[in-house]
């Protein structure tokens, strides 16, 4: 979040950061990032999201959070962090936003139904102008201390039911002696009770990274991505590397974290890279991708156009502004009668879930809530 939010803090000097207020917002966020980023601090709750939100024309967000239904007053932009689960990520939520900034068309016309929605890119990757030629690699690696030329395998993992780690780690821990493994685990596994880093350092893995670590340097240095059903997936595409993708038994996976079948990570698998559904089949797969990188990508070169616009010209985050400043100017299109009706049932159902969750057996009857759950967005 703190690194795809620096364009825009960059972009906007008098901004400020907001912070949900929750039990893990200490292990969530890493001080000095934030501190790097040169802006002041508030913490919010869902009582106070209305009254510190008017202190602000704009509010960008990422998903949903609590409170989000009481804002009125500043204009409300959604900015898209990820292109997994797409159950959720292009749930009805996204109606209570003025602007939606998305990574490509594909994404823009997905919620295109809800309010204006436009692709920008994935404002991570700004000004980020990555060619993977075979000196740049050589110099990435460089930096994260590999001086031979084994192969280097970057491993994301997603977290929680959906996440490969516990299948995957010991079927690559045996991989070691041929390859050069960078580890980076998910960082709502970090907030969780595993502590991921830990294990695979005691496998002997030395180039283990935190969910806060900048990708763009361990891309920078990868010959191939192995994923599962991770948004990670998506960060391999854009830098143009071939992906391994390990999805065993998604059909048991359906309503984990909002997955279902039709989500692009499962239903364009075969597009976006190699499809693993045995561990033990990893090294051969590896292997054979490893010799035709081009035929991966290739393959999934016209996907890629559909999914994301291209930011790595420095101006890139102009585009961005130059639809803020249409949202405030009143130049975009105006939200129709049935935009607006979905915004305030979304409203409506979201409150309706927090009364139910505050009180055992108030607000609306349970069958309902039961329903009205599995429109929103969990969190």
Same mark, same amino acid.
Request: a neutral charge.
């Given at each position: 979040?703190?690194?795809?939010?620096?364009?825009?803090?960059?972009?906007?000097?008098?901004?400020?950061?907001? %912070?949900?207020?929750?039990?893990?917002?200490?292990?969530? *966020?890493?001080?000095?990032?934030?501190? $790097?980023? /040169?802006?002041?601090?508030?913490?919010?709750?869902?009582?106070?999201?209305?009254?510190?939100?008017? $202190?602000?024309?704009?509010? *960008?967000?990422?998903?949903?959070?609590?409170?989000?239904?009481?804002?009125?007053?500043?204009?409300?932009?959604?900015?898209?962090?990820? %292109?997994?689960? @797409?159950?959720?990520?292009?749930?009805? !939520?996204?109606?209570?936003?003025?602007?939606?900034?998305?990574?490509?068309?594909?994404?823009? +016309?997905?919620?295109?139904? &809800?309010?204006?929605?436009?692709?920008? /890119?994935?404002?991570?990757?700004?000004? !980020?102008? !990555?060619?993977?030629?075979?000196?740049?690699?050589?110099?990435?690696?460089?930096?994260? /201390?590999?001086? $031979?030329?084994?192969?280097?395998? %970057?491993?994301?993992?997603? &977290?929680?039911?959906?996440?490969?780690?516990?299948?995957?780690?010991?079927? =690559?821990? /045996?991989?070691?002696?041929?390859?050069? *493994?960078?580890?980076?685990?998910?960082?709502?596994?970090? =907030?969780?009770?595993?502590?991921?880093?830990?294990?695979?350092?005691?496998?002997?893995?030395?180039?283990? *990274?935190?969910?806060?670590?900048?990708?763009?340097?361990?891309?920078?240095?990868?010959?191939?991505?192995?994923? +599962?059903?991770?948004?990670? =997936?998506?960060?391999?595409?854009?830098?143009?590397?071939?992906?391994?993708?390990?999805?065993?038994?998604?059909?048991?996976?359906?309503?984990?974290?909002?997955?279902?079948?039709?989500?692009?990570?499962?239903? &364009?698998?075969?597009?976006?890279?190699?499809?693993?559904?045995?561990?033990? $089949?990893?090294?051969?797969?590896?292997?054979?991708?490893?010799?035709?990188?081009?035929?991966?990508?290739?393959?999934?070169?016209?996907?890629?156009?559909?999914?994301?616009? +291209?930011?790595?010209?420095?101006?890139?985050?102009?585009?961005?502004?130059?639809?803020?400043?249409?949202?405030?100017? +009143?130049?975009?299109?105006?939200?129709?009668?049935?935009?607006?009706?979905?915004? @305030?049932?979304?409203?409506?159902?979201?409150?309706?879930?927090?009364?139910?969750?505050?009180? @055992?057996?108030?607000?609306?009857?349970?069958?309902?809530?039961?329903?009205?759950?599995?429109?929103?967005?969990?969190?």
């Amino acid at each position: 979040m703190v690194h795809q939010y620096g364009p825009l803090v960059s972009s906007y000097p008098d901004s400020e950061i907001l %912070l949900v207020d929750r039990k893990d917002l200490a292990r969530e *966020f890493a001080a000095k990032d934030i501190q $790097d980023l /040169g802006r002041p601090v508030r913490v919010f709750n869902r009582s106070t999201a209305q009254r510190v939100a008017s $202190d602000f024309g704009l509010l *960008f967000f990422q998903t949903v959070f609590p409170g989000l239904e009481s804002i009125e007053g500043p204009r409300l932009v959604s900015v898209q962090y990820g %292109l997994a689960k @797409e159950r959720h990520n292009y749930g009805a !939520w996204r109606s209570l936003a003025d602007l939606n900034l998305m990574f490509g068309q594909y994404s823009a +016309d997905a919620v295109a139904h &809800y309010s204006p929605s436009y692709a920008v /890119g994935n404002l991570k990757f700004c000004g !980020w102008d !990555w060619k993977p030629s075979h000196e740049r690699k050589q110099a990435a690696r460089a930096r994260l /201390g590999i001086s $031979d030329t084994k192969p280097c395998i %970057l491993y994301m993992p997603t &977290y929680g039911a959906l996440g490969s780690f516990a299948e995957m780690i010991d079927v =690559i821990a /045996g991989m070691k002696g041929n390859m050069h *493994f960078l580890i980076k685990v998910h960082h709502n596994d970090q =907030i969780g009770d595993a502590d991921l880093c830990a294990q695979a350092r005691s496998l002997g893995f030395d180039k283990v *990274f935190s969910g806060e670590a900048d990708q763009r340097a361990l891309l920078e240095a990868a010959d191939l991505v192995v994923s +599962d059903f991770s948004g990670a =997936i998506f960060d391999a595409v854009y830098a143009r590397i071939p992906v391994v993708l390990f999805q065993k038994d998604a059909h048991r996976k359906v309503g984990e974290q909002k997955f279902d079948l039709n989500s692009v990570e499962f239903r &364009y698998r075969e597009t976006l890279g190699t499809t693993c559904s045995d561990a033990q $089949d990893l090294p051969r797969i590896i292997q054979n991708v490893l010799a035709c990188p081009d035929e991966s990508l290739r393959r999934v070169a016209d996907l890629r156009e559909q999914l994301m616009v +291209d930011v790595g010209a420095p101006n890139a985050i102009k585009m961005v502004c130059e639809k803020i400043d249409a949202l405030l100017a +009143d130049r975009l299109p105006q939200l129709t009668v049935p935009q607006l009706a979905v915004r @305030e049932t979304v409203r409506d159902l979201l409150r309706a879930r927090y009364e139910q969750k505050r009180t @055992e057996r108030g607000g609306l009857p349970i069958r309902l809530m039961r329903s009205i759950s599995k429109l929103l967005p969990t969190g």
